[in-house]
């Protein structure tokens, strides 16, 4: 049987991860001349918030339904979700983005219809895969009800007009995104280092400190609790400050400095990097005020939750269509891109001499920078075919 040429369809990952990288460009892209041309979004909340919104509910929760239909079928050795549900998926996803575009021309009660469908859909996609095998990811499903949940609460932020309850449902759902890195990364980013290092035949130790293992999680869970209720409080940064340190000793542990010859290896660490790194800041923040700590949450939207993303697409789609694990330098450049992109943002405000406006804009190019590489090299193969012809 011949394998199709165009197969966007043919599994989970190909259209989210394709508009998850398309989004990050084109959205960044809206944001900027949005922010430069002092636009206003006619949802009624601050301009920024629409920004939040759009990267957390438009980009990452894309790269995190095609990493879940994904991972999935792979854990539950099931059929790869395809075809035209998966199409039908993909438009629940467009059509919100589209009316949240156009929130302030749509009957509000469209509009929330509309933007609440995807993540249930998702949910709907992955719960009787896991659920009959009874897999212990099964309580992914809960993230996916919690960030909805988040959206929701979003939603009637808009409809409030209640920028508070909205950055409320904007925090929350970050902190949702940051435990998934804490508990995904933390089984992927030592795994894929291990055997990248087995194969250049590296002797390596990977430490596991199962107590370290679960204060972790249990620190980042408490964080997205206390947060909800007492943001912006010595509680909070005290929390902050231990899973911060606690991150930074099981990122220790990993290995890192050995695979510095893998760009699709050091990518995993300088993504997890960020996590520690953001919640740092974030206790600098709120236990001591200091000034170059202000912006801790970037630390951990573009530096952690986005590079992680750009980390795994890469990954995943060179692996699910046959590809060799190996990126070419150029990918290598995006990496370092989105980097620095968050690192101007994070810190630029206090030690560039560009001013706070100029500093903004200089960050989102270099983040359009780095996914204009990453849609370029990944959109031929997200629309082609697997190269060794099996399904997929």
Partial sequence: MTMPRFVPFAYGFRP?????????????GAWLWLYD???????????SQWHGHEMMFGFIVAAIAGF?????????GTRGFGGWPLVLLTGTWLAGRVAFALSGLLPFAVLAVIELAFLPAVAAFLAPP???????????LMVLLALWAADAAFMLGLYRVDPSLAGAALRFALNLVLLLITVIGGRIVPAFTANALRLRGVQFRMRNIPVLERVVVIAMILMVLVDTQWPATALSGGIALAAGLAQGWRLAGWSGHKALHDPIVWVLHIAYAWLPLGLLLKAAWLLGGFEWAAF???????????SMIL?????AALGHTGRPLSVAP??????????????????GVVWLPLGYRTTILVAGLVWMAAFLIYVSVYTPILLSPRVDSKPG
């Fill in 16 to 28: 989210f991860f394709l508009l998850a990288g398309w989004f990050a460009l084109l959205g960044m």
């Fill in 37 to 47: 041309s002092a636009g206003v979004w006619q949802g009624g909340l601050p301009i």
């Fill in 68 to 76: 879940m239909l994904t991972a999935v079928p792979s854990w539950t």
């Fill in 130 to 140: 896991l659920l009959r095998s009874r897999n212990r990811n099964s309580l992914l």
């Fill in 296 to 306: 801790w949450m970037h630390a951990l939207s573009a530096g952690a939750a986005a």
């Fill in 311 to 315: 980390a795994v697409m890469s990954r």
């Fill in 330 to 347: 150029v990918m290598a450049l995006s990496y370092v891109l989105l980097a620095i992109a968050a690192a101007v943002r994070v810190f």
